[in-house]
C-alpha cells in the first residue's frame, strides 16, 4: 500500500467508527440508544423513592412559581483610572480618566405596581443607568430609586410599566423567626450576569453576626456568586425568607469558601419596606446586641428562654440605662421574651420617642429598668461598628468575620488571619 494512502485510509476509518460508534475495549458502544430503550424500564423505579420523586417535582414548581418575581438589575459606574503618556525626550504624564463598568445584580418584585427590593450596593454609583429585566424579556427596562437604608444594605425601586395598568408579579414575605437551622431553601438570580440561575441549600444558621454590621444574617448553603446579591432566598412555599447579601471570603490564600452564603431575614425586609415605601416611621435603636439563651439549647433538643446581651453600644440608650454584657432580658414591658425573634418584633412595635421597660436578670437579682427608643439614623455614633469609615477593620473582633469590602472597593484583599465577608454584585 502506497504510504500516501495511509492517512486517507486510517480518516475513513476514524469516520467508520465514529458514525457506529465507540470502539471501548473491543466492544462497539452505540451513539443512538436502541430502538426499545424507550420502552425499557428506568434504572430507579420512582414509586419506589415517592418522597424523592415527590420533592424533585415540588422544587420544580417552586421555581417555576417564583421565577417571574425575580429580575436582573443592570449598572455602569465610572470608575476613575490614570493613564500614562509617553512622549519622546519627555518624562510620562500621568492623567485622570474615567471608564465605564457594567455590574449585575438581582431583585425581587414585592408590590403589583412592580417595586422591587434589592441591595444598596448593587446600584450604589450606578443610579443615572440603572435597568432592570423581567422574566420572560429580552430587552431591558428603566427604574428609579425610591429610598434606601444603607445600614441594613436595602435599596428599593420601582419599575416602570409597559402600560398605565400594567399588574407584576409579586412575592410574598415570609416570617423569618420562623426559620429554622436545616430548612431547605433556594436562592435565585443572576450571577455571571446568567439570569434565572436557581441553587439550592439549607439553612445552616439562623443568626449569624458579623462585627461591622448590627444585622444578624441567615446563613445557606446555597452557592453564592457575583450577581446574586439582592436576589430573593425562598422557601419551599415559595416566600422570601432572605435576601442574598454577602459571601464568606477567607485569606489571600484561599480566597473564597462555598456554601456559606449570607442574607438579610425577611422581617428586616419587610420592616425596612414598610418604612421606605410609606415613609411613616424612622428606624429604632436601643443599641444592644443580643442572642437566644441558654446557649446551645438547639443541642439538648429544648427551645431558647430569654435573650442574653452579647453586647452593649457606647453612647446608646442600653448603655445609659445600665445595661450590661451577659444581663438575661426576660420581658419587655411586662411580657414574656424566649427568643431573638420575640425581642425584635417587640423593640419593632415600639416608635421612635417611646420607652421600652425591661425584666433583666443579672446573676441571681432581678433588675428592672426603662430606656428611650431612639431613632437609629440619628443616634448611631459614627464610629460605631456599624458604619465603618472605608480603611476600617476589626481583626482584633473575636467572633467575627471581619468588614465589609463595599461595592467602590470589592477588590480589597481580605485579612489573612480570620474569615472576612464581601458583598456581590
Given at each position: 500500500?502506497?504510504?500516501?494512502?495511509?492517512?486517507?485510509?486510517?480518516?475513513?476509518?476514524?469516520?467508520?467508527?465514529?458514525?457506529?460508534?465507540?470502539?471501548?475495549?473491543?466492544?462497539?458502544?452505540?451513539?443512538?440508544?436502541?430502538?426499545?430503550?424507550?420502552?425499557?424500564?428506568?434504572?430507579?423505579?420512582?414509586?419506589?423513592?415517592?418522597?424523592?420523586?415527590?420533592?424533585?417535582?415540588?422544587?420544580?414548581?417552586?421555581?417555576?412559581?417564583?421565577?417571574?418575581?425575580?429580575?436582573?438589575?443592570?449598572?455602569?459606574?465610572?470608575?476613575?483610572?490614570?493613564?500614562?503618556?509617553?512622549?519622546?525626550?519627555?518624562?510620562?504624564?500621568?492623567?485622570?480618566?474615567?471608564?465605564?463598568e457594567p455590574g449585575v445584580g438581582s431583585g425581587a418584585i414585592v408590590t403589583p405596581e412592580g417595586h422591587i427590593i434589592t441591595n444598596w450596593?448593587?446600584?450604589?454609583?450606578?443610579l443615572d443607568s440603572l435597568k432592570v429585566t423581567l422574566h420572560g424579556e429580552e430587552s431591558p427596562r428603566s427604574a428609579t430609586l425610591i429610598?434606601?437604608?444603607?445600614?441594613?444594605?436595602?435599596?428599593?425601586?420601582?419599575?416602570?410599566?409597559?402600560?398605565?395598568?400594567?399588574?407584576?408579579?409579586?412575592?410574598?414575605?415570609?416570617?423569618?423567626?420562623?426559620?429554622?437551622?436545616?430548612?431547605?431553601?433556594?436562592?435565585?438570580?443572576?450571577?455571571?450576569?446568567?439570569?434565572?440561575?436557581?441553587?439550592?441549600?439549607?439553612?445552616?444558621?439562623?443568626?449569624?453576626?458579623?462585627?461591622?454590621?448590627?444585622?444578624?444574617?441567615?446563613?445557606?448553603?446555597?452557592?453564592?456568586?457575583?450577581?446574586?446579591?439582592?436576589?430573593?432566598?425562598?422557601?419551599?412555599?415559595?416566600?422570601?425568607?432572605?435576601?442574598?447579601?454577602?459571601?464568606?471570603?477567607?485569606?489571600?490564600?484561599?480566597?473564597?469558601?462555598?456554601?456559606?452564603?449570607?442574607?438579610?431575614?425577611?422581617?428586616?425586609?419587610?420592616?425596612?419596606?414598610?418604612?421606605?415605601?410609606?415613609?411613616?416611621?424612622?428606624?429604632?435603636?436601643?443599641?444592644?446586641?443580643?442572642?437566644?439563651?441558654?446557649?446551645?439549647?438547639?443541642?439538648?433538643?429544648?427551645?431558647?428562654?430569654?435573650?442574653?446581651?452579647?453586647?452593649?453600644?457606647?453612647?446608646?440608650?442600653?448603655?445609659?440605662?445600665?445595661?450590661?454584657?451577659?444581663?438575661?432580658?426576660?420581658?419587655?414591658?411586662?411580657?414574656?421574651?424566649?427568643?431573638?425573634?420575640?425581642?425584635?418584633?417587640?423593640?419593632?412595635?415600639?416608635?421612635?420617642?417611646?420607652?421600652?421597660?425591661?425584666?433583666?436578670?443579672?446573676?441571681?437579682?432581678?433588675?428592672?429598668?426603662?430606656?428611650?427608643?431612639?431613632?437609629?439614623?440619628?443616634?448611631?455614633?459614627?464610629?460605631?461598628?456599624?458604619?465603618?469609615?472605608?480603611?476600617?477593620?476589626?481583626?482584633?473582633?473575636?467572633?467575627?468575620?471581619?468588614?465589609?469590602?463595599?461595592?467602590?472597593?470589592?477588590?480589597?484583599?481580605?485579612?489573612?488571619s480570620i474569615p472576612s465577608t464581601q458583598p456581590h454584585l
Amino acid at each position: 500500500m502506497p504510504p500516501s494512502a495511509r492517512p486517507w485510509i486510517s480518516a475513513a476509518a476514524v469516520l467508520a467508527a465514529a458514525t457506529a460508534g465507540y470502539a471501548w475495549r473491543g466492544r462497539s458502544i452505540p451513539l443512538n440508544p436502541p430502538p426499545d430503550a424507550a420502552s425499557s424500564p428506568p434504572r430507579i423505579d420512582l414509586n419506589r423513592i415517592p418522597v424523592a420523586s415527590a420533592l424533585n417535582d415540588e422544587l420544580a414548581s417552586v421555581v417555576q412559581a417564583v421565577l417571574p418575581g425575580v429580575v436582573s438589575i443592570h449598572v455602569e459606574r465610572s470608575i476613575p483610572v490614570t493613564e500614562r503618556t509617553l512622549r519622546p525626550g519627555q518624562p510620562p504624564v500621568s492623567e485622570s480618566a474615567e471608564s465605564r463598568e457594567p455590574g449585575v445584580g438581582s431583585g425581587a418584585i414585592v408590590t403589583p405596581e412592580g417595586h422591587i427590593i434589592t441591595n444598596w450596593h448593587v446600584i450604589e454609583g450606578g443610579l443615572d443607568s440603572l435597568k432592570v429585566t423581567l422574566h420572560g424579556e429580552e430587552s431591558p427596562r428603566s427604574a428609579t430609586l425610591i429610598d434606601k437604608d444603607d445600614q441594613l444594605d436595602f435599596a428599593l425601586l420601582k419599575v416602570t410599566p409597559a402600560s398605565p395598568n400594567e399588574v407584576f408579579s409579586p412575592l410574598r414575605l415570609a416570617d423569618s423567626d420562623k426559620v429554622r437551622a436545616g430548612h431547605m431553601v433556594l436562592a435565585l438570580g443572576s450571577p455571571f450576569n446568567l439570569s434565572e440561575t436557581v441553587t439550592h441549600g439549607i439553612i445552616s444558621k439562623r443568626d449569624r453576626r458579623l462585627s461591622d454590621t448590627y444585622t444578624t444574617y441567615l446563613q445557606t448553603t446555597c452557592t453564592i456568586n457575583p450577581g446574586n446579591s439582592g436576589g430573593p432566598l425562598v422557601s419551599l412555599s415559595g416566600d422570601i425568607i432572605g435576601m442574598v447579601t454577602r459571601k464568606l471570603m477567607g485569606p489571600d490564600d484561599d480566597a473564597s469558601a462555598e456554601g456559606y452564603g449570607l442574607a438579610i431575614p425577611s422581617n428586616d425586609l419587610a420592616d425596612a419596606l414598610d418604612r421606605l415605601l410609606h415613609k411613616s416611621r424612622p428606624r429604632t435603636y436601643l443599641g444592644l446586641t443580643v442572642d437566644d439563651w441558654p446557649e446551645n439549647y438547639y443541642q439538648h433538643g429544648a427551645e431558647p428562654e430569654a435573650v442574653i446581651v452579647r453586647g452593649v453600644a457606647r453612647l446608646s440608650p442600653a448603655e445609659s440605662a445600665g445595661l450590661r454584657k451577659d444581663d438575661i432580658i426576660e420581658a419587655l414591658d411586662n411580657l414574656r421574651v424566649t427568643s431573638t425573634g420575640e425581642y425584635r418584633r417587640a423593640v419593632r412595635n415600639h416608635p421612635v420617642g417611646s420607652t421600652i421597660t425591661m425584666t433583666v436578670r443579672r446573676g441571681t437579682e432581678i433588675i428592672k429598668t426603662s430606656l428611650p427608643v431612639a431613632d437609629f439614623d440619628k443616634a448611631l455614633p459614627k464610629d460605631s461598628p456599624a458604619n465603618p469609615s472605608p480603611s476600617s477593620a476589626s481583626p482584633s473582633a473575636p467572633s467575627a468575620a471581619t468588614n465589609a469590602i463595599s461595592s467602590a472597593s470589592k477588590n480589597s484583599s481580605a485579612s489573612t488571619s480570620i474569615p472576612s465577608t464581601q458583598p456581590h454584585l
